[in-house]
């Protein structure tokens, strides 16, 4: 009987013997120079549900790119985008077309991560990554596009943020078109320092907020950014209280002085009964200082005049 573990040639017995490889000895793939270490095995396929509140736009790729980073990354997956985990042959053995365990499942996770995308981009962006096979090459697609023309976007948003200006919106809407560039300035790498915040914000405030704005830049103290907000809200506040006061002021000593000088109204239209009676003295008083003449002719009865009969001498 062979012995285990002796010598592979026995010329005393000519039967060969079979040695067993240590359990200890390294992968052949170690020992070649300059050979990769093994990639560690794949994890549990998580679950394909995951919120993505953030769909892909021009302006907000850095914002979606963590998004996706903090999914991938949670559940093991980077080495799928960054390359670092090709795609294993399909077959084990081309010849009898034996289909490789670590094939199907390197699909599977590759697949999970590419519905993950696909979840996080609206419709018009779908169009540009038709065609890719892999979460990498869908990756590095996405990556090249939206950074190409980054200098631009952030020369187009600084413009923006040194132009704006309050004039007639009220502050929540002035604050909230400044945090928004800031926000997409952020996105696109070019994050905004709390100096230039400031002094957009008050650069683009009318001149009935300098008190307010020399106020703040005179304290010794660095306040945050969001008190500053709440202290604008404030300060409009009291602004707009003061003239609604002011205009009501106003208004109420105009109309005292109209008051003052109207005339008191006194209707002008006559009295039918009152002017007929006037009428009827003044012309009975016109009759009296001057009576008729005695030779007048009167109607007679018969149509005709006639004077009034004289006595004859």
């Given at each position: 009987m062979a012995s285990v573990g002796s010598s592979s040639n026995n010329p005393s017995t000519g039967n060969p013997t079979i040695q067993m490889p240590p359990t200890n000895i390294p992968n052949v793939q170690d020992q070649i120079i300059g050979a990769q270490p093994p990639l560690p095995p794949l994890p549990i396929l998580p679950s394909m549900n995951q919120p993505f509140t953030i769909k892909l736009d021009a302006d907000n790729y850095l914002i979606w790119k963590n998004q996706l980073l903090n999914v991938i990354i949670a559940n093991g997956l980077e080495d799928f985008i960054d390359g670092s985990r090709p795609c294993p042959p399909r077959f084990t053995d081309p010849a009898r077309q034996i289909v490789n365990a670590e094939y199907i499942a390197w699909q599977r996770f590759n697949r999970l991560i590419m519905s993950w995308i696909y979840a996080s981009l609206t419709q018009g962006v779908m169009g540009q990554i038709v065609g890719y096979a892999s979460a990498f090459e869908i990756w590095e697609a996405l990556n090249q596009i939206y950074t190409s023309s980054s200098l631009a976007k952030i020369t187009e948003l600084r413009a923006k943020l040194q132009n704006l200006r309050k004039d007639g919106l009220t502050a929540i809407e002035y604050i909230q078109k400044h945090k928004n560039i800031c926000n997409t300035l952020a996105a696109v790498g070019e994050p905004v320092s709390c100096k230039d915040?400031?002094?957009?914000?008050?650069?683009?405030?009318?001149?009935?907020?300098?008190?307010?704005?020399?106020?703040?830049?005179?304290r010794p103290d660095n306040l945050p950014l969001e008190e500053i907000y709440s202290l604008l809200l404030s300060y409009e506040f009291r602004l707009e209280s003061q003239n609604a006061s002011a205009q009501l002021s106003s208004l109420q000593a105009n109309l005292a002085h109209l008051n003052i000088n109207k005339k008191p109204y006194r209707p002008n239209f006559s009295n039918p009964v009152g002017h007929f009676t006037q009428n009827f003295q003044n012309r009975t008083q016109q009759f009296q200082s001057h009576p008729p003449n005695s030779n007048q002719f009167q109607p007679s009865i018969l149509g005709k005049p006639q004077g009034k009969h004289m006595n004859q001498p």
């Open positions: 915040h400031l002094l957009y914000l008050f650069g683009g405030l009318d001149r009935e907020y300098n008190a307010f704005v020399t106020s703040i830049t005179k």
